[in-house]
């Protein structure tokens, strides 16, 4: 077609020409010999359709060249737009097909599939299904989900975008526009065609991925579908994953059976510290990464990364235990019941399970209990290291009398000889006497027995301030590192971020006792001695952050339930932390 219209201008030149030259000819040219004046002009004419039609002759034998060589030009020329038969759709929730002879304006479905029998004229949207054309479609197709599949024979007018899920094209089928395919790429049968361009992404299987056997690639998508779409750990399509639930519940059935005083002490975080479990589950997300990272950058503690990622998942193991155990419990409660330990068990298993089954919610629900499972084994494990530890009253308790000092006795000796003297001046006795109590008569009477008692050393006035746990140490640390990030992002030392750090709180802590964070919160690091703070303390104190840390996080939170609320690095370095009566000026 476009050899035609290029030809055709050529032919009809040449014919302007021969009336041209007929035209100008003068008008005494005829009136003279009319027969002699008339036969040039008819001799041109002639010529000039004998050169018209060798040129259409021409034209057409290059359409038949281009025609042989270029099919695809007949396969684009689809006539005009046929007259809709209906409304468009648009769907949530379920699959639609438009029959063979409908013609729908579009069709948009979310949350299900769309077949083309028929024919659409504006675009084709699915989205978390697929899209099947097997009709035509003149506008574009997009799919967010499981892919486009063309019929044998289908024809795409406009783009086709296929993500998660990519193209797959059957014999004869046609994409006049773009095809982008991307995770999961494009794959073409015999005859299959694109005349746009093709941006194939991530491809699976077929010429540009693994070619794979039919029921793999079946297998693949059903899992794709059900599990990463649908949001959810379990289906009841897929066998597979009820095979690793089964698993994993009897695991948690095996830590009941061998652990049940230590599932029952956690079941009990769960209940009643149910919000503080949560809040440390979540500060182990990101801590415990870090801490495995900075235990690899330091070369020598990298021995330990996998004993400590081995200790972190067991403990969320366990964790997941306890909580199957107290979900049990708590259905037991709400039926008036109490069910063993295992029963337990396999009843939050199975309200779980449940749970998993539900769309959307299934995968939230999963990584909700792993966070407060971890965090509530945590907790746990802070609570059962504090009562192996003896309490302080009852050491005190223990404790015998004292035994007492010279002044004592020199007091009780005392006693006596004024017994006797006094009865020496009211006539009672002659002479003085000495009164035997049983006393050791051999104790002298000193001087130090009339001095006054000495009095205790005076405590620094910080001591006497009340001490800081977890919690506004916690926001003291989230405003220090947002004022470390402001202040290094423009300046480019982002990257030494995790050096600057810990040197910022030494800085502080010497030269202020706190931070910025703690300013605002009016809170101070003071020595127990009295002693202000200086470097050496402040270089011990910041290194034993570091390990605190590298441990989960631990050291941390361990000021939220130490009887001194102390964290690792104020047991190492000697210090507390105290709430101020007034805000401390920064300069």
């Given amino acids: 077609m476009k050899s035609f219209s290029s030809n055709r201008p050529l032919a009809a030149i040449a014919l302007a020409l021969c009336l041209w030259t007929f035209v100008s000819r003068p008008p005494s040219a005829f009136s003279a010999e009319p027969e002699r004046a008339i036969q040039p002009a008819e001799t041109a004419t002639h010529k000039a359709f004998a050169a018209l039609d060798a040129a259409l002759d021409r034209v057409d034998e290059q359409l038949d060249r281009l025609e042989s060589e270029h099919p695809d030009e007949d396969l684009a020329d689809w006539g005009d737009r046929p007259e809709e038969t209906g409304k468009g759709i648009h769907a949530t929730g379920h699959s639609v097909t438009v029959k063979a002879g409908q013609v729908l304006p579009e069709v948009v479905v979310t949350k299900g599939s769309a077949t083309i029998d028929g024919e659409v004229t504006g675009d084709v949207v699915v989205i978390m299904g697929k899209a099947r054309i097997n009709g035509r479609v003149w506008g574009s197709v997009v799919n967010v989900g499981q892919g486009i ?92 994953v009820w095979v690793v639930f089964a698993i994993f519940t009897g695991i948690y059935l095996l830590f009941g059976l061998v652990f049940p005083s230590a599932c029952e002490l956690t079941a009990d975080v769960l209940r009643n510290r149910a919000l503080t479990s949560a809040v440390v589950g ?9 801490a495995l990272l900075l235990m690899t950058f330091t070369g020598v503690l990298i021995v330990a990364v996998p004993f400590v990622a081995a200790a972190v998942f067991l403990g969320g193991l366990f964790g997941k235990a306890a909580l199957l155990l107290f979900i049990g419990q708590a259905v037991g409660r709400g039926c008036g019941s109490k069910f063993p330990a295992l029963v337990a068990i396999l009843i939050g298993a199975g309200v779980l399970a449940l749970l998993y089954l539900v769309p959307f919610v299934g995968l939230l629900m999963l990584k909700f209990t792993d966070v407060w499972a971890l965090g509530a084994a945590m907790v746990a494990l802070f609570i059962g290291f504090r009562k192996e530890r003896p309490s302080e009253a009852a050491a005190g308790t223990a404790v015998a009398a004292p035994i007492p000092g010279p002044a004592a006795f020199n007091e009780a000796a005392a006693a006596p000889a004024v017994t006797a003297y006094a009865a020496e001046t009211s006539g009672f006795a002659s002479q003085p006497q000495t009164i035997d109590v049983g006393m050791p008569s051999s104790i002298p009477l000193t001087p130090e027995s009339s001095a006054a008692p000495m009095s205790p050393p005076s405590t620094p006035e910080a001591l006497t301030l009340p001490r800081v746990g977890f919690k506004d140490r916690f926001w003291a640390t989230c405003i220090d590192w947002l004022v470390l990030a402001v202040a290094c992002g423009p300046t480019g030392l982002m990257g030494y971020f995790l050096f600057l750090f810990p040197l910022y709180f030494a800085a502080m802590w010497v030269w202020k006792g706190t931070t910025v964070g703690g300013i605002v919160l009016r809170l101070k690091v003071v020595r127990l001695d009295g002693r202000r703070l200086d470097w050496a303390t ?32 104020d047991k190492i370095a000697g210090t507390v932390v105290v709430k101020t009566k007034s805000v401390q000026p920064l300069v």
């Fill in 282 to 290: 979540l500060l182990m997300v990101p801590l415990v990464p870090l």
């Fill in 538 to 569: 402040a270089g011990v104190r910041a290194v034993g952050a570091l390990f605190g840390s590298m441990a989960g996080g631990l050291g941390y939170f361990w000021s939220g339930w130490d009887s001194e609320k102390q964290a690792w690095h």
């Fill in 149 to 240: 599949v063309l019929g044998p024979e289908a024809k795409i007018l406009g783009d086709a975008v296929g993500i998660l899920g990519g193209i797959h094209m059957k014999t004869n089928s046609l994409i006049v526009g773009q095809a982008v395919g991307i995770i999961g790429g494009i794959t073409k049968q015999e005859g299959a065609k694109v005349l746009g361009d093709e941006v194939p992404v991530g491809s699976f299987w077929g010429p540009d991925g693994v070619d794979l056997p039919e029921s793999v690639k079946r297998a693949l998508e059903t899992n794709f579908k059900e599990l990463v779409l649908l949001g959810r750990p379990l289906s009841l399509s897929l066998g597979w």
